[in-house]
């Protein structure tokens, strides 16, 4: 794993900025009263600045193509795509992308219904029974009515269980949230809705502490991956996903 990430993250700035702003413009739009002006927006798409700074679409919007349930050669009917949205319907499992990420930046929207509960992993692999073994995950809440919110730990825009997301920052049930997710090398951030959530390096003092005092000790390979799936996760609840778009840095 690599340490020269602050010439990286310093350069990352600059790559965004290259893409017009539209990916920003997203992040407003969906901090506040732009969100009804995002939906009437083309969604699923990517714009010309977009695709020159490197941005591929992995939900096209239509199907499931480029997915697959984790341990799975298919994705499950629980996954499904409602009026362009990514949503689990049905008890399905988790969804992982067919292809491996090292890294990324990654940005998608979501919202949950009332006391609904997802998340985003990512770096994932799965020669364990479960996806969250091995991948860490940016909690996809709803932090006012789930018992997860009470705790920053795992409330929404936290690594799960690990750094704690500030409160004040998700959106309220049913109401869409942005999601980006910046990996290069250890380094990870996760931002909601335009403000960074949790800041990390994997593999460091303080992180292997973390680990040690959570439910992730007895998981040995969990955040040691260097290359993995990105996941949605199936938590019992229904979640929709849109626009969700990754940049390969690297």
Same mark, same amino acid.
């Given at each position: 794993?690599?340490?020269?990430w602050?010439? *990286?993250?310093?350069a990352?700035?600059?790559a965004v900025g290259?893409t017009?702003?539209?990916?920003?413009r997203? *992040?407003?739009?969906?901090d506040g009263?732009?969100?009804?002006?995002a939906?009437?927006q083309?969604?699923n798409?990517l714009?010309?600045?977009?695709?020159?700074?490197?941005?591929?679409?992995?939900?096209?919007g *239509?199907t499931?193509a480029g997915?697959r349930g984790?341990?799975?050669?298919?994705?499950?009917?629980g996954w499904?795509v409602?009026?362009?949205?990514l949503?689990?319907?049905?008890?399905a499992g988790?969804?992982?992308t067919e292809?491996k990420?090292?890294?990324?930046?990654? *940005?998608?929207?979501w919202?949950?219904?009332?006391?609904g509960?997802?998340g985003i992993?990512y770096?994932g692999?799965?020669d364990?029974?479960?996806?969250y073994?091995t991948?860490?995950e940016?909690q996809v809440?709803d932090?006012?009515?789930h018992p997860?919110?009470?705790?920053?730990?795992?409330?929404?825009?936290?690594d799960?269980g690990?750094?704690a997301?500030?409160?004040?920052? %998700?959106h309220a049930?049913?109401?869409?949230n942005s999601a980006?997710?910046?990996v290069?090398?250890?380094?990870?951030?996760?931002w909601l809705?335009?403000r960074k959530?949790?800041e990390?390096?994997?593999g460091?003092?303080?992180w292997?502490?973390? %680990?040690?005092?959570s439910?992730?000790?007895q998981?040995p390979?969990?955040?040691?991956?260097e290359?993995?799936?990105?996941?949605?996760?199936?938590?019992?609840?229904?979640v929709w996903?849109?626009n969700?778009k990754?940049?390969?840095i690297?």
């Amino acid at each position: 794993m690599r340490s020269a990430w602050g010439v *990286v993250f310093a350069a990352l700035g600059l790559a965004v900025g290259v893409t017009g702003g539209c990916i920003q413009r997203q *992040v407003e739009e969906a901090d506040g009263a732009g969100v009804d002006a995002a939906q009437e927006q083309p969604q699923n798409v990517l714009t010309p600045e977009e695709r020159t700074a490197g941005w591929r679409l992995l939900f096209d919007g *239509v199907t499931t193509a480029g997915w697959r349930g984790y341990q799975k050669d298919h994705a499950p009917a629980g996954w499904t795509v409602e009026d362009g949205l990514l949503t689990r319907v049905a008890s399905a499992g988790d969804l992982i992308t067919e292809e491996k990420f090292s890294d990324f930046e990654l *940005v998608a929207e979501w919202k949950v219904g009332a006391g609904g509960n997802s998340g985003i992993f990512y770096r994932g692999s799965e020669d364990e029974e479960w996806l969250y073994h091995t991948a860490p995950e940016f909690q996809v809440l709803d932090d006012a009515g789930h018992p997860d919110g009470q705790s920053p730990l795992t409330s929404a825009g936290s690594d799960y269980g690990l750094y704690a997301a500030p409160r004040g920052v %998700v959106h309220a049930a049913g109401e869409w949230n942005s999601a980006r997710i910046l990996v290069v090398g250890n380094r990870v951030e996760h931002w909601l809705n335009g403000r960074k959530t949790a800041e990390y390096m994997l593999g460091s003092e303080d992180w292997a502490h973390r %680990v040690r005092e959570s439910k992730f000790a007895q998981w040995p390979r969990y955040g040691t991956m260097e290359i993995g799936h990105i996941g949605l996760q199936d938590h019992g609840d229904r979640v929709w996903y849109r626009n969700i778009k990754i940049r390969v840095i690297g």
